[in-house]
T-cell receptor, first 114, second 109 residues
Framework: IAGITQAPTSQILAAGRRMTLRCTQD?????MYWYRQDLGLGLRLIHY???????GKGEVPDGYSVSRANTDDFPLTLASAVPSQTSVYFC?????????????FGPGTRLTVL | GQNIDQPTEMTATEGAIVQINCTYQ??????LFWYQQHAGEAPTFLSY??LDGLEEKGRFSSFLSRSKGYSYLLLKELQMKDSASYLC??????????WGAGTKLIIKP
């Protein structure tokens, strides 16, 4: 693995179903983030984690949950999917506290909720 | 509220120069980032400014004026592969990134 990986690449999901989007990084970054990207809008932060064992809410957390059991993994769960959660989801990581704290992104998961 | 403004779309000619502007109003300022995003791909980091002035990196340069809440990304010697969206993001007082909607740059031969 080099960088950040996300799975699945894309998914079509029935409304009401539970879904977990996976994210793994091998850069030993302490901070990780989940964003959604919708047409015409900027990236919006869903949840973040500054270090393993801690998580925080972003701008649009409702309907989503996260966990950070270790440094490398940061899964995002939709407990009961709704059509408004149709979006492209990006996971990112950064070396928080580093010189620039630049965020690096995974390839994204395209999710469609019907 | 917090706001990042960028033009929605710009068109330029291969070999030319283009300037993409970004204005921001945020609660605090802890740096400004530019990212490039090709269609269907992830954003990739281009540049970071935290002090006023120009940062040059090859064909790309980024400028910041904190007093004016303004930045621009300058792309020189445009190539067809520069066709992409360019995202401006500001780190606010909570150290979270606030993102603009992006500028879609179309390069014509």
């Amino acid at each position: 693995i080099a960088g950040i990986t996300q799975a699945p690449t894309s998914q079509i999901l029935a409304a009401g179903r539970r879904m977990t989007l996976r994210c793994t990084q091998d850069m030993r970054h302490n901070a990780m983030y989940w964003y959604r990207q919708d047409l015409g809008l900027g990236l919006r932060l869903i949840h973040y984690s500054n270090t393993a064992g801690t998580t925080g809410k972003g701008e649009v957390p409702d309907g989503y949950s996260v966990s950070r059991a270790n440094t490398d993994d940061f899964p995002l769960t939709l407990a009961s999917a709704v059509p408004s959660q149709t979006s492209v989801y990006f996971c990112a990581s950064s070396d928080a506290g580093g010189a620039t704290d630049t965020q690096y992104f995974g390839p994204g998961t395209r999710l469609t909720v019907l | 509220g917090q706001n990042i403004d960028q033009p929605t779309e710009m068109t330029a000619t291969e070999g030319a120069i283009v300037q993409i502007n970004c204005t921001y109003q945020t609660s605090g300022f802890n740096g400004l980032f530019w990212y490039q995003q090709h269609a269907g791909e992830a954003p990739t980091f281009l540049s970071y400014n935290v002090l006023d002035g120009l940062e040059e990196k090859g064909r790309f340069s980024s400028f910041l004026s904190r007093s004016k809440g303004y930045s621009y990304l300058l792309l020189k010697e445009l190539q067809m592969k520069d066709s992409a969206s360019y995202l401006c993001a500001v780190r606010d007082s909570n150290y979270q990134l606030i993102w603009g909607a992006g500028t879609k740059l179309i390069i014509k031969p």
